[in-house]
């Protein structure tokens, strides 16, 4: 068993992906509660049940309120919320492929493996990104 090389000062992947991590985490933050206080301030405090207002706070789909008693729906469709969703699904799953991404590099150990799972990474997370703006933007 080889160990890993210590990667080179300065920028590098790993560097910026760390950094990502830490960046990503708090946008998520703040688009959930953005989405929670908005959700908050434009009627949700009496007309929803709390299931509702937690799938809106993390996914800002308009199809979450409809079943609701919110009267006025306007609020919740518009490209704003449509810009939040597919950003909080950009850093989520930009967020857990790197972190699978950075167990599959501690335990491959042969360095092809480790390119295979580095490529089937990158492509189901090109795949799953698609998928799940088209599924924000078609709803």
């Avoid at 760390?18 to 434009?42: C, D, E, I, N, Q």
């Avoid at 993390?58 to 199809?63: K, L, M, R, S, V």
């Avoid at 309120?65 to 950003?87: A, H, P, Y």
């Amino acid at each position: 068993m080889t160990s890993r090389k210590v990667a080179k000062r300065g920028f590098n992947l790993d560097y910026v992906m760390w950094l990502f991590m830490r960046l990503s985490a708090l946008a998520m933050y703040v688009v959930g509660l953005t989405g929670l206080t908005a959700a908050l301030v434009m009627g949700a405090r009496t007309q929803t049940d709390l299931g509702t207002l937690i799938r809106w706070t993390f996914f800002q789909n308009p199809n979450h309120v409809f079943s609701s008693d919110i009267v006025l729906l306007d609020n919740f469709i518009n490209q704003f919320w449509q810009i939040t969703q597919i950003t909080m699904v950009f850093f989520g799953v930009t967020h857990g492929l790197n972190g699978l991404r950075i167990v599959v590099e501690d335990f491959m150990g042969s360095t092809i493996w480790r390119t295979l799972w580095r490529g089937f990474i990158f492509f189901a997370w090109i795949f799953m990104t698609l998928v799940a703006v088209y599924v924000v933007l078609a709803s």
